[in-house]
């Protein structure tokens, strides 16, 4: 059975099985979204006419204050009746990558640092996404998901290129670093989060600093050859933080891209060892060091829930308007969160 719901006076079907965002984003309508698990609050909505059972949404991320005042989580709620739903402040209606259900093939499992592998997975058709965006895998045997960010960028739209790093006992570890084996098919949702790219007429070529924390790395990659091809002269400082240099990976890809582009620089920061070429300490700190000013410059953070915050506040400190500041968090387990 469905049931419609709209936005903005586009109209979709929600099946009982679907939340509200998922029945948006499978029909190209942009809701704003991140965690897709009902923890960030990033996709809270009004509900303007219709009723929703709000399922799993827990009261820390929508309150019963809210609740009573018409809010509702997208990706947690499901309508009862048909329902209009508005943005607030936002733009709505607006198209964006269809969320599809897609079969993958894996083409390549490599180790790339301590515990961390690059896992390239082949599609028969392409996938539209934003460079930044992540997706969700079903861990084989398990029917559990779990999300990882995209290190490609929207051209790269046939292999997909997810960085993993080992968690003991976690689902998706215990595959990837187990049995996952070239050839094994996988299912694969996305895209999913807001976490990308600006669109390329929205982007005017500003100076950036993106900060990932261990495999945080992963949507920079993306974001940072997308943003540098589109404008190569801009100015862009990457911060790359991990605990030992034996956790850092795809620094040569890196510094390929520091000689093609000049304005691009890496930083690596050791938070556990000194080692001569690397930084020591945290990256948002390295930054405060290095930058007196990023008045106009945009900021990208991935990684840990203390890394990003640590990352917001460094950027505030050096004059970073607010709306130019553009987060993913990540928990340290495989049980929640993009870029695990
Ligand atoms: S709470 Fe819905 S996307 Fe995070």
Redesign the pocket.
């Given at each position: 059975m469905a049931t419609a719901i709209s936005v903005s006076g586009r109209r979709v079907e929600c099946t009982d099985d679907q939340s509200m965002?998922e029945a948006f984003l499978r029909a190209g309508i942009w809701m704003?979204?991140?965690?897709?698990?009902?923890?960030?609050?990033?996709?809270?909505l009004q509900v303007v006419c219709g009723e929703v059972d709000h399922g799993g949404?827990p009261l820390d991320?929508?309150t019963a204050e809210e609740r009573a005042a018409g809010l509702a989580?997208?990706?947690?709620a499901r309508p009862l009746a048909e329902t209009e739903v508005a943005l607030r402040g936002e733009e709505m209606g607006r198209t964006t990558h269809v969320l599809r259900d897609l079969t993958a093939t894996v083409v390549e499992v490599e180790e790339i640092a301590r515990d961390t592998r690059r896992v390239l997975l082949g599609l028969e058709e392409p996938l539209a996404f934003s460079a930044g965006q992540y997706v969700e895998l079903l861990v084989p045997g398990t029917g559990e998901r779990r999300q990882y960010s995209l290190a490609n960028t929207a051209e790269e739209d046939k292999v997909l290129e997810l960085h993993v790093r080992r968690i003991p006992g976690g689902v998706a570890s215990e595959w990837l670093f187990g049995a996952a084996a070239v050839g094994d098919r996988v299912e694969v949702r996305g895209p999913l989060g807001d976490f990308h790219v600006p669109d390329a007429d929205e982007d005017d070529g500003e100076p950036m600093v993106l900060i990932g924390g261990g495999t945080g790395l992963a949507p920079l990659l993306g974001i940072a050859r997308t943003a540098l091809e589109r404008h190569p002269d801009r100015t862009m400082v990457l911060y790359h933080g991990v605990r030992t240099a034996a956790d850092l990976y795809d620094t040569d890809r890196l510094a390929e891209l520091a000689a093609t582009y000049r304005g691009f620089n890496l930083v690596t920061v050791l938070s556990r060892e000194s080692v001569p070429g690397h930084r020591s300490g945290y990256a948002p700190d390295a930054f405060v060091d290095d930058i007196a000013s990023a008045r106009g410059w945009s900021g990208w953070l991935c990684g840990s829930p203390a890394l990003v915050e640590a990352g917001v506040k460094a950027f505030k400190r050096r004059r970073m308007a607010p709306r130019l500041i553009h987060r993913e968090k990540f928990e340290p387990a495989d049980a929640v969160g993009a870029g695990n």
């Open positions: 965002l704003p979204n991140s965690c897709n698990q009902g923890t960030c609050g990033t996709c809270k949404s991320t929508l989580l997208a990706c947690q």
